[in-house]
């Protein structure tokens, strides 16, 4: 569980810059990679 709340630290930082600083860097190509990131983790947690 301690993993799961950790790997979502990108999130938070994310949310926290647009939030503070109204600024987004995040394009589409770094979203579909944090995706495929949280899929792959999800899949790992769920198949055990």
Sequence with gaps: MA???EITYPVFTI??????YRDVQVN???????LLI??????IYFKS
């Design 28 to 34: 589409l190509h770094t979203a579909l990679g944090g």
């Design 3 to 5: 993993n799961m709340i």
């Design 15 to 20: 949310l926290f810059a647009w939030l503070l």
């Design 38 to 43: 949280f899929a792959g983790v999800g899949i």
